[in-house]
């Protein structure tokens, strides 16, 4: 016999049974499938039954529906369609598999038993209304599996001690200081191209070494002992990535990608005579060393000339 008391402003919806039917369940798999997974009590006979042992409140019904078993998503949808709904209370009736949805304002819930009835508090209907999209605070869920059907809190998918990267969407190992030089490592987000080696670091003073002191690939330091106008080809800082740094600007110095390296272009800095594109003899007399951007390579002499070495250091092929 269905009943709806009034209590106190309140009204009772369910499903009034028999003492003989008191603990009977009713299966729910196709709620199940359909995004609601209700709660089953202490009394409920297995996985996916509903104890007949729930009954629902409400301070004003403001709608009615009845639909199929397998729409009652519906009942939630109109319920977010109206701005004077907060809550759904659910009958489940065998009888062509119909459920009547009663959509109410300050929906409550009370457990007593021989009452045929769940309710959600209509906050979501699935997953994917809960979901904001963001890596960081996990995946949020439709809590339906408590009879509230509110969202849950996602839970935080990187785990202590690592941070993470929203951007990236991904947990990565913190940040330190390796080398101690007051800068973290580039590979984390931070400015230090070698956080392995406390004598390269941003604003360093760049030295004529094989470091990149300063973290800028193209400044290679500015020895020139034999003050020629060219660096010294000693004078390098490796190249950390697979993009050209892009040097044209400091004409003293040559980007080599092959070698990975950024060098001075004077390829005897003791010796003002010898610069780039300067030749001296090889040791072969029929081939010569031509200095090309810092680097010495080797050249045949042309037309079967020999190389004959000059009083500073050059050498002719005659």
């Known amino acids: 016999m269905r009943k709806i008391v009034g209590t106190g402003g309140a009204l009772v919806v369910g499903l009034l049974l028999s003492s003989a039917k008191a603990n009977e369940t009713t299966s729910v798999s196709a709620a199940q499938e359909d995004g609601f997974d209700a709660q089953a009590s202490a009394s409920a006979s297995g996985p996916g039954k509903l104890a007949l042992n729930t009954m629902f409140t409400a301070e004003k019904i403001v709608a009615t529906i009845r639909v199929r078993f397998r729409d009652k998503r519906k009942c939630f949808d109109a319920c977010q369609a109206r701005a004077d709904c907060d809550g759904v209370m659910l009958q489940m009736k065998s009888i062509n598999s119909t459920v009547s949805c009663m959509l109410g ?28 999209l963001k890596f960081c605070n996990g995946r949020e869920l439709c809590d339906w599996k408590t009879g509230s059907v509110r969202c849950s809190k996602g839970t935080p998918p990187c785990k202590k001690g690592m941070i993470c990267n929203a951007a990236a969407s991904r947990c990565e190992q913190p940040c330190t200081d390796s080398d101690g030089d007051g800068h973290k490592s580039a590979s984390c987000g931070f400015d230090d191209c070698n956080d392995k ?54 004409p003293k110095v040559y980007v080599d990608m092959a070698q990975k390296v950024v060098r001075g272009r004077d390829c005897d800095d003791n ?21 090309t951007n810092g680097a010495w390579l080797r050249i045949a002499c042309p037309g079967g000339k020999r190389c004959q070495p000059q009083p500073n250091g050059t050498g002719l092929c005659l």
Not at 122 to 130: L, M, P, T, V
């Open 197 to 250: 080696d406390h004598r390269v670091y941003p604003g360093n003073h760049e030295t004529c070494d094989s470091k990149d002191n300063d973290c800028v690939a193209c400044t290679v330091g500015d020895t020139d002992a034999d003050g020629d106008g060219f660096v010294s080809a000693g004078c390098s800082n490796p190249i950390s990535t697979s993009y050209n740094p892009g040097c044209g600007s400091n």
């Open 271 to 291: 010796n003002p005579a010898i610069g780039p594109g300067s030749i001296k003899c090889d040791a072969i007399p029929s081939f010569t060393q031509v200095c």
């Open 105 to 132: 304002t300050n929906v409550k819930q009370k457990p007593v038993k021989g009452w045929m009835a769940w309710t959600p508090v209509a906050r979501c209907a699935r997953h994917k209304d809960c979901d904001d």
